[in-house]
């Protein structure tokens, strides 16, 4: 077993941090909501599917080189754990990863997922050196759609039959941006 590289990020109101196994009841609670995981390819989460997601997400991140960044959102204000951001570097030989998101409900409208998904953003290119990240979300996921638009992504087209959802082909639009086209923060934390 690896020292883990502690990821940890602070913006204006939230930390992104690593999860720890006691998380799982929490995450539990907006991922078992079905209008949380309408558009998504797993969930509505039992209680099993959320402790392996938090005990997944934790071994991974004793990886070393480190490829997957699951991180918990939590709020300054309340310290509460709110949802998840993710990057994962699909090839490092590329530099080249995924983005992704959830948030609970509770929270949506907020800001919140276009905060954490923009700062982690930064770090992927900042601190990771990665040079594209590509996002994809369900043509009429248009929250999501608003975040990716509002981090700087461009649309790059529609992904025919691209995921398998609940029993139904669906497709998804892709969006992604380039380092050399990312704003970072005037801030650094
Ligand atoms: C998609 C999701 C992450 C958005 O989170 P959020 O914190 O509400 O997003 P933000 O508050 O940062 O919103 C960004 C913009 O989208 C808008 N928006 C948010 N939800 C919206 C919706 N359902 N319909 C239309 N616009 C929406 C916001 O108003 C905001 O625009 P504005 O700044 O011009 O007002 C959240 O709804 C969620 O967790 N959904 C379930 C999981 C999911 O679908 N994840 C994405 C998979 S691709």
């Given at each position: ?39 998504l ?13 938090v ?22 204000a ?21 983005l ?58 529609t ?31």
């Amino acid at each position: 077993m690896y020292l883990r590289q502690e990821t940890s990020i602070n913006t204006d109101r939230l930390w992104l941090r690593d999860f720890h196994l006691s998380d799982w009841p929490v995450v539990h609670q907006y991922a078992s909501d079905p209008e949380v995981t309408k558009y998504l390819e797993w969930g509505p989460n039992t209680e099993l599917d959320s402790r392996r997601f938090v005990e997944r997400a934790t071994s991974l991140s004793y990886l070393d080189p480190r490829v997957d960044f699951d991180l918990a959102i939590v709020t300054n204000a309340e310290e509460r754990l709110i949802g998840a951001v993710s990057i994962h570097i699909e090839s490092p030989a590329d530099r080249e990863g995924w983005l992704g998101y959830c948030l609970h409900r509770s929270y949506w409208g907020k800001g919140y997922a276009t905060e954490a998904a923009y700062n982690l953003l930064n770090h992927a290119f900042q601190k990771l050196g990665m040079r594209r990240i590509y996002a994809t979300a369900a043509p009429d996921n248009a929250g999501s759609i608003n975040v990716l638009q509002k981090i700087g992504m461009q649309h790059e087209g529609t992904l025919k039959n691209h995921k398998l959802v609940r029993g139904a082909w669906r497709d998804s639009e892709l969006y992604a941006i380039l380092d050399s086209d990312f704003t970072p923060p005037r801030r650094f934390f």
